[in-house]
């Protein structure tokens, strides 16, 4: 059940109290969070040529998606509404699945100075591939995992990916497993959208960041991905926890691909291989039930990487330990 006055639901808390922090949780929470986006982030996100959004599609799948286009296209005519003017890439799997009444958690990252921050909230308009969101919570996160790269106009691509090639399956195939392996960073969307949430019902987008391979290929159709330490609030392990259903989305930085997956997620709280993987406070396993590739459809291609300072405190997959 949600709890009246809290902003997060009965998975966040419990988790919440499972690592000892919600009380401390809930009185930063009730600063932190808020229904309307301060002036530095509706400024924030106007800046920026990209943003991502989670969303659940019509089956009750969520999907992680970027979308691209000339800065302004985030617009805040308020700070209780969030407009999107278009910048869904075509063979987006969300393409075309939007609907009034949605929950869409939303994500403004720049990699450039390590700055996100985070809006989530609910269609109110969808209009010639624009959406109106009004604004239910809105909070800053902080710089931990972000690995800084610079981005630079891809020749030759359109900025809506016109043209793009859309490779779809049910497991992944030889480049998908490669680009995971050596990825340092993803995003997940997760969602909790039953009644008994109350306020905190919705959708969420993250951030996940760790060492080139930190999210290791069990197999073509699982992946095992540690959890290090965060922000403490546990959105989407609170998400997961009650709804095991997520999409993942892996980027490559070079070639300008965009991995979908849809997942079925389950929490590792304990055990050797999280005792193994430096940094790791527990893991997440990942099923997959869709894979979406977007091949070269991002208009954008990026400077090699520098990483994170958290990173130096987190290790690698052992090669000895299996699943």
């Given at each position: 059940?949600?709890?009246?006055?809290?902003?997060?639901?009965?998975g966040e808390l419990a988790i919440q109290q499972r690592v000892?922090?919600?009380?401390?949780?809930?009185?930063?929470?009730?600063?932190?969070?808020?229904?309307?986006?301060?002036?530095?982030?509706?400024?924030?996100?106007?800046e920026l040529p990209f943003f991502f959004i989670g969303a659940v599609d019509g089956a009750g799948q969520p999907w992680a998606t970027m979308l691209a286009a000339e800065p302004g296209f985030?617009?805040?005519?308020?700070?209780?509404?969030?407009?999107?003017?278009?910048?869904?890439?075509?063979?987006?799997?969300?393409?075309?699945?939007?609907?009034?009444?949605?929950?869409?958690g939303g994500l403004g990252l720049a990699p450039a100075t390590r700055r996100r921050n985070r809006v989530n909230g609910v269609i109110t308009a969808i209009d010639d591939g624009?959406?109106?969101i009004a604004v239910a919570q809105s909070f800053g996160n902080c710089p931990q995992y972000i690995q800084h790269r610079q981005h630079s106009?891809?020749?030759?691509?359109g900025a809506a990916g016109a043209g793009a090639q859309v490779l779809r399956g049910a497991a992944l195939g030889d480049e998908d497993r490669s680009l995971i392996a050596r990825s340092d960073t993803f995003f997940i969307a997760s969602a909790y959208l039953d009644a008994d949430a109350g306020d905190a019902r919705g959708v969420d987008v993250s951030h996940r960041g760790g060492r080139p391979g930190f999210?290791?290929?069990?197999?073509?159709?699982?992946?095992?991905?540690?959890?290090?330490?965060?922000?403490?609030?546990?959105?989407?392990?609170?998400?997961?926890?009650?709804?095991?259903?997520?999409g993942l989305l892996f980027i490559d930085f070079e070639r300008g691909d965009l991995l979908h997956l849809a997942v079925e997620a389950e929490i590792i709280w304990d055990g050797p291989q999280v005792e193994a993987f430096a940094g790791a406070?527990?893991?997440?396993?990942?099923?997959?039930?869709?894979?979406?590739?977007?091949?070269?459809?991002?208009?954008?291609?990026?400077s090699e990487p520098q990483p994170a300072a958290q990173i130096a405190r987190t290790g690698s997959w052992p090669e000895v330990l299996g699943g």
């Open positions: 059940m949600g709890v009246p006055g809290s902003p997060f639901h009965a000892g922090m919600r009380e401390r949780i809930a009185s930063v929470s009730a600063i932190a969070i808020r229904d309307h986006m301060p002036d530095q982030h509706r400024q924030f996100f106007a985030i617009g805040t005519p308020d700070a209780r509404t969030l407009d999107i003017a278009g910048g869904m890439l075509a063979g987006d799997p969300l393409r075309g699945r939007l609907r009034v009444g949605d929950h869409v624009g959406l109106r106009a891809a020749p030759n691509v999210v290791r290929v069990d197999d073509e159709r699982t992946l095992t991905s540690p959890e290090f330490r965060g922000n403490f609030v546990f959105n989407t392990t609170g998400n997961l926890l009650r709804q095991a259903r997520a406070e527990r893991l997440l396993r990942f099923h997959i039930r869709e894979v979406v590739r977007n091949v070269g459809a991002l208009p954008f291609r990026w």
